[in-house]
């Protein structure tokens, strides 16, 4: 999102230079901001929703095409909860 919100803002200092100012924060670690600070979270407050949560994620690669397995996905943990095999070494499984 950074390298996008200084793309934004160079074009608008070239192409738009009148739109630019409606960026403007009173920020302390920025001058501009092109995107609306809010947090994601959702509570996981069981196993079935967590394990939804997990699914959705592990699915998300296969979805874009870039595999056909979840597991198939190098940057994905599917690999260790099915094998085990923890390519980064640090993963740790959600039940301890």
Same mark, same amino acid.
């Given at each position: 999102?950074?390298? $996008?919100?200084?793309? @934004?803002?160079?074009d608008?200092e070239i192409n738009?230079?009148?739109v630019l100012?409606? @960026?403007?924060?009173? /920020? %302390?670690?920025r001058n501009?901001q092109?995107w !609306?600070?809010n /947090? &994601?979270? #959702?509570? &996981? @407050?069981n196993?079935?929703?967590f394990?939804?949560k997990? !699914? *959705?994620?592990? *699915?998300?690669?296969? %979805?874009a095409g870039l595999c &056909?397995l979840p597991?198939?996905?190098?940057?994905?943990?599917a690999?260790?909860?099915?094998y085990? #095999?923890?390519?980064?070494?640090?993963? $740790?499984?959600? %039940?301890?």
């Open positions: 999102m950074s390298f $996008t919100a200084h793309q @934004f803002k160079s608008l738009h230079p009148q100012p409606h @960026f403007k924060v009173d /920020a %302390k670690d501009y092109f !609306e600070r /947090a &994601l979270g #959702v509570d &996981l @407050f196993e079935a929703v394990m939804q997990l !699914e *959705y994620i592990h *699915y998300n690669p296969v %979805k &056909l597991e198939e996905y190098y940057y994905s943990s690999k260790f909860y099915e085990g #095999v923890d390519d980064f070494w640090m993963l $740790t499984h959600y %039940k301890g």
